[in-house]
């Protein structure tokens, strides 16, 4: 007998437990855990990894593009709370940004292990993919800054 399709929340909640376990594993161990230490701690078979991510590096982008988005959305309220007045000093934001990133040490260290390690395995999609969904955010908030400061702080 076959096994009825999963639900679409079925089918995001069981890869958000693959990134989960495969966040933990990285966070406690410090290097890239394999396909089937994700799997294991995911509480699935190796093979399921497979039905959402075709690599443990793509795993891995998708870790990073979470951590990148909560950064940018735990940034926008401290932009909103961005005092608009001439003697506005951008030291409160800066340190607020860099307690930020200190909270956040998976946008760091995947970062450069993305750079140095995964360009090679990966498919282009899944950094265009990347790419086109922290660049939305962070233009977003970098406009949300423009509009705080009431100056645009692009060059053009």
């Given at each position: 007998m076959a096994?009825?399709?999963?639900?679409?929340?079925e089918r995001f909640s069981r890869r958000t437990a693959l990134l989960?376990?495969?966040?933990?594993?990285?966070?406690?161990?410090?290097?890239?855990?394999?396909?089937?230490?994700?799997?294991?701690?995911?509480?699935?078979?190796?093979?399921?990894?497979?039905?959402?991510f075709r690599s443990k590096d793509e795993i891995f982008v998708a870790i990073l593009e979470d951590a990148f988005l909560e950064l940018i959305a735990r940034l926008v309220p401290i932009i909103e709370s961005i005092d608009p007045r001439?003697?506005?000093?951008?030291?409160?934001?800066?340190?607020q940004y860099a307690k930020l990133l200190g909270e956040s040490p998976d946008v760091v260290r995947l970062s450069s292990v993305l750079t140095s390690m995964f360009r090679e395995n990966l498919p282009t999609e899944s950094f265009s993919r990347l790419d086109r969904n922290v660049g939305a955010s962070l233009s977003k908030a970098g406009t949300l800054l423009e509009q705080r400061l009431g100056c645009p702080m692009r060059s053009k």
């Open positions: 096994r009825p399709a999963l639900s679409e929340e989960d376990a495969a966040r933990h594993l990285y966070r406690e161990r410090g290097t890239l855990p394999t396909v089937a230490n994700i799997a294991k701690s995911a509480g699935v078979a190796k093979g399921a990894v497979y039905l959402w001439p003697e506005f000093t951008p030291d409160s934001f800066a340190s």
